[in-house]
């Protein structure tokens, strides 16, 4: 299984023990609108699917899931987002799919659309903490 993290589970901007034995990444995208939430715990985002032709490219990186329960990953998730295949694009070991964390409710109020799409981007021009567990 592969996984795509766009958020705070990509590489270099949380220290999360869960994801040990996790395979290296590589940098890929995913079609939909990106969203940065507001929490006491720092920001997280949220990938919303949209309809053709009104979406942005995600940045995130694609992973071989490895040796990573898949189960504590759904926990930490949370309800608000489903775990499924969604497209990507940029994947150099080939396919065609991977499985994402998708936010499936309402945007909370305070929700900040992120144009461009990449969310580490993002913390880096606002200066804001991404959401660190705490």
């Not at 969203?35 to 995600?58: E, K, M, Q, S």
């Amino acid at each position: 299984m592969h996984l795509f993290f766009y958020g705070v589970l990509r590489e270099g901007v949380g220290d999360w023990p869960f994801l040990a034995g996790l395979g290296l990444g590589s940098e890929a995208s995913v079609a939909g609108a990106l969203f940065a939430i507001p929490d006491a715990g720092g920001w997280y985002p949220a990938l919303v699917l949209t309809r053709a032709g009104h979406a942005t490219n995600v940045v995130g990186t694609l992973h071989e899931a490895g040796d990573v329960d898949i189960g504590v990953l759904d926990a930490f998730e949370g309800p608000q987002y489903q775990r499924m295949a969604v497209p990507v694009d940029g994947w150099e070991a080939g396919g065609s799919e991977a499985q994402a964390y998708v936010w499936t409710g309402d945007l909370p109020e305070g929700a900040e659309p992120i144009a461009h799409g990449d969310f580490v981007r993002w913390l880096a021009e606002t200066g804001r903490s991404a959401y660190s567990g705490s």
